[in-house]
């Protein structure tokens, strides 16, 4: 567990740092192409070495994962042209076959393997966070210590997939929607669950009025009348699902709890904060698709899966909330909170992981495996 602690103290650390007067989030057209200026040089600087550590742990990684060894097999099979034996998605199959072509198949090639996917994932989420998030510092810390870092060890088409949706987002703010569904569709073809965000997302953006709220609460109702009926049309579109190990019809109290205490708060700071910030709402909207997937839809195999596509917002939301409130006091005793809190979950997620399947510990690396 120590890596993860002293890894986690690194980033943050880092994170701290990054001038937050020097911040831009790229939600508009053009702001990609801002000047560079020395402060965000800097900021640059930071962000790589924070993507430093955090690739040097994900690509030294050996064993660590609950289905580390499990792509291995994967892997050779793809080497193997036994694509038949393999139920990975083509588009994830063809980027392991290309990095083979150029690096080799033999020995423990499969540890570049996972070092190119683990360095994607990365990129991609550092650079959605340093999209999106004003306050980065806190924004990074729940982002780490809620195990979106942590869990990418694990089912990495999924973790890839959704890395580069979270990357998209900033197409659909930009009103660049052609690059949102783009990267989308590219991203299924890694995995096909993130299919979901293709109309989830663009949904964030709708301004609700009380008939959408009223049509809303009945969609909510019928998840929990009608559960067959949309279990088998989830399998319908996700077929490989039905009666696997990950068909359990669980849910999680603590995502639950997560939700409804960060709808809680943008309701109490709606006007300073929501009410006429397109984005906020955005992350707003999808808190409250989280909070329905979790407590109405344990129907959905794998929930937390389905459930990481929306909830993930809460890292850039919470910490606008923190900044719209009206005293210096209530920032600081939010963001003590946050800290004491999010350092407690973090250590109870990677001690749970040795018995849940996850087997985020023992941390083994391949160096001195």
């Not at 990495?156 to 197409?171: E, G």
């Not at 698709?289 to 129907?299: D, H, K, Q």
């Amino acid at each position: 567990m120590a890596v993860y602690l002293v890894l986690a103290l690194m980033t943050c650390g880092l994170a701290c740092f990054v001038k937050r007067d020097e911040f831009r989030p790229i939600t508009e057209v053009g702001e990609a192409k801002a000047e560079i200026t020395r402060g965000r040089l800097y900021n640059k600087i930071l962000y790589m070495l924070i993507f430093f550590f955090w690739f040097v742990i994900s690509a030294g990684r050996i064993a660590v994962g609950g289905d580390y060894w499990k792509y291995k097999s994967i892997f050779n099979y793809l080497a193997q042209n036994r694509d038949s034996m393999v139920a990975t998605e083509f588009g994830f199959n063809l980027f392991v076959k290309i990095i083979q072509h150029l690096f080799g198949a033999d020995g423990k090639k499969y540890l570049i393997i996972f070092a190119i996917i683990g360095f994607v994932t990365l990129f991609f989420f550092l650079k959605g966070l340093t999209g999106l998030c004003e306050n980065f510092a806190l924004s990074f810390f729940m982002f780490t210590v809620l195990g979106y870092y942590a869990s990418s060890f694990n089912s990495i088409r999924n973790y890839l997939a959704f890395a580069v949706a979270f990357y998209a987002v900033r197409f659909i703010f930009r009103k660049e929607y052609w690059k949102f569904v783009l990267c989308v569709l590219l991203a299924s073809t890694f995995h096909i669950s993130i299919l979901i965000v293709l109309v989830a997302y663009p949904l964030g953006l709708i301004k609700w009025k009380p008939w959408s709220v009223g049509l809303l609460t009945l969609v909510t109702a019928s998840f929990l009348i009608f559960p067959g009926v949309y279990k088998s049309l989830v399998f319908l579109v996700y077929p490989q699902y039905e009666n696997s190990i990950y068909d359990t019809g669980s849910t999680s109290y603590i995502n639950i709890a997560r939700c409804v205490g960060v709808l809680v708060l943008s309701l109490i700071l709606y006007k300073r904060a929501l009410k006429n910030n397109k984005c906020n709402m955005f992350y707003f909207n999808m808190n409250v698709i989280a909070l329905i997937i979790y407590s109405c839809c344990s129907f959905i195999p794998v929930i937390s899966r389905a459930g990481y596509y929306f909830n993930i917002f809460q890292v850039v939301l919470v910490p606008h909330l923190i900044d719209a409130m009206p005293k210096k006091w209530m920032k600081i005793v939010s963001i003590a909170g946050i800290v004491l809190l999010g350092t407690a979950y973090y250590i109870s997620f990677l001690e749970a992981s040795r018995t849940n399947g996850t087997l985020l510990l023992p941390y083994l690396n391949w160096v001195m495996h």
